[in-house]
Nanobody
Framework: QVQLRESGGGLVQAGGSLRLSCAASGLTFRISAMGWFRQAPGKQREFVAAISGSGTSTYYSDSAKGRFTVSRDNAKNTVYLQMNGLRPEDTAVYSC??????????????WGKGTLVTVSG
């Protein structure tokens, strides 16, 4: 059974930083692309960042570029999202997701329950 467990959310002031983690189990992590998505209250879920299984390729939304960094540690089956320069509009539930093999922008196969990030302004 695949499990994705996020941690690291919380309350931060605008301009601050947070590092989210997502621990994965039940899948061959090193060949699974991983992604971060977020959903703000009353809005649709949106893509934030993704990383290939090897970690050599990364992808970002326009809002995340230059502020967020996605990385992974395949020895720990964990993917991270370092978020700097946070803004009130970054407030959302952040979820990690996994897909077997490469991600081409389509649906992910597995989802975590999410962690809440609140940015006060």
């Amino acid at each position: 059974q695949v499990q994705l467990r996020e941690s690291g959310g919380g309350l931060v002031q605008a301009g601050g930083s947070l590092r989210l983690s997502c621990a994965a189990s039940g899948l061959t992590f090193r060949i699974s692309a991983m992604g971060w998505f977020r959903q703000a209250p009353g809005k649709q879920r949106e893509f934030v960042a993704a990383i290939s299984g090897s970690g050599t390729s990364t992808y970002y939304s326009d809002s995340a570029k230059g502020r967020f960094t996605v990385s992974r540690d395949n020895a720990k089956n964990t993917v991270y999202l370092q978020m700097n320069g946070l803004r009130p509009e970054d407030t959302a539930v952040y979820s990690c997701a996994a897909v077997r093999g490469s991600w081409t922008g389509g649906d992910m196969d597995y989802w975590g329950k999410g962690t809440l990030v609140t940015v006060s302004g």
